[in-house]
Structures are given as C-alpha cells and as structure tokens.
C-alpha cells in the first residue's frame, strides 16, 4: 500500500500547537510510551492545472519543521519503492531514496564506492536533522540477500521512523488512497492557514 505521512520526533502538543497556521487538514497521532514523537496524514493537496507539483507535495512537512523548529520527515512509498525527505528546523531539506529493484554493481570497486557515497550522504543527512547517531541512517538499506529477497519499502520506512523516534503507525498508509486513517488513535486537525 502507499505511504504519504510525515514523522517528527516532537511530541503531540507541540505539533498540534504548530497545526493552527496549517494550509491543510489531516490526521495527527500521537506518540506511545514505545514510541514518542508524532505521525501526520495529510489531506491531498488540490491539484493545479490537473496535477500535483512535487513543491504542492513537500510543502506541509516543510512548513510543519519550520512552525516547530524541529526536524521533520515526510516518508512516501509507491510501486517503485520507498523515500524520505528531511526538512530542517532551520529551513532547507534533503531526500533519500530506496529503489525496489536496487542491486548493487558487482564490482568490488564500484560496490565499495556506490557504498561509501551512500553513508556519506546518509551521515549528512542525519546530522543536519539532528539523529544522535549519524552512521545509523545508512545502515537502512535493501540490498538484495543471497536468496533474493529483499528488505520491503514499508519495512524501511519503519526502520527510519524507529531511528527518528517517531511512531511508525502511518506507514503504509495515504489519505490519496484511503478516505481516514486505519486506526482509532488519530486525532483530526483541520486546515487554519491560509
């Protein structure tokens, strides 16, 4: 199933006190006593001229992580795998992503520097949106095993909810593709901003 959802380590309050200049509604569950922090699904943005760009898309995480001051991530997953976008406290965001049939090149060289970019740019990231360990961001991965099988999008995104401290209740799910939330803890916010 597709995922559309944002994670923060921030706790509820904070985030529904960030909702109130939001632009657009959604759904807000917060976080447990094995999981802090707090997931958003948001509405669908409306499309313009027949399409959703890709900035009508980032939009509600980035302006959420910049209400907040906090980092924030929106995770997406669809038919050719999984991605995660980072917005900053301080403005400015970056995207990572795991393609579904990734492999890595067979060659020892090549593999070792496809692997050594990887972790750089993972390290990046986690430090700029502030995880306490840098290194852990590039140990997701979805490398295929000897018999094949490989780490699945939803699996990942939860890995990465998990290293961000965040609940990993809206992964697999999208209010594109589903008219509420599955699940009864969500709370509904309603778009205030303008």
Known sequence: MPTYAVVTA????????????????GYLYPGTDRAGGTALLFDPPKPRFGRISRGRLIDPAWRLAGELKASTWLL????????????YPGGGYDSIGWAEDWTPPEDPAAREADLHDWHTCCAKVAAKAGLPDVHALGAI?????????????????????????????????????QAG????????FEAKGR
């Open 10 to 25: 921030a706790p509820a309050d904070r985030v529904l006190t960030a909702l109130q200049s939001a632009k657009l509604g």
């Open 141 to 177: 991965r979805n490398d295929p095993a000897p018999d094949g099988t490989r780490t699945s999008s939803e699996d990942l995104l939860r890995s990465l909810c998990a290293l961000v401290g965040a609940p990993d209740t809206v992964v697999g799910q999208s209010l594109f593709c």
């Open 181 to 188: 939330p599955a699940g009864r803890d969500f709370t509904r």
């Open 76 to 87: 997406e997953a669809g038919d050719g795998g999984a991605g995660a976008t980072a917005f």
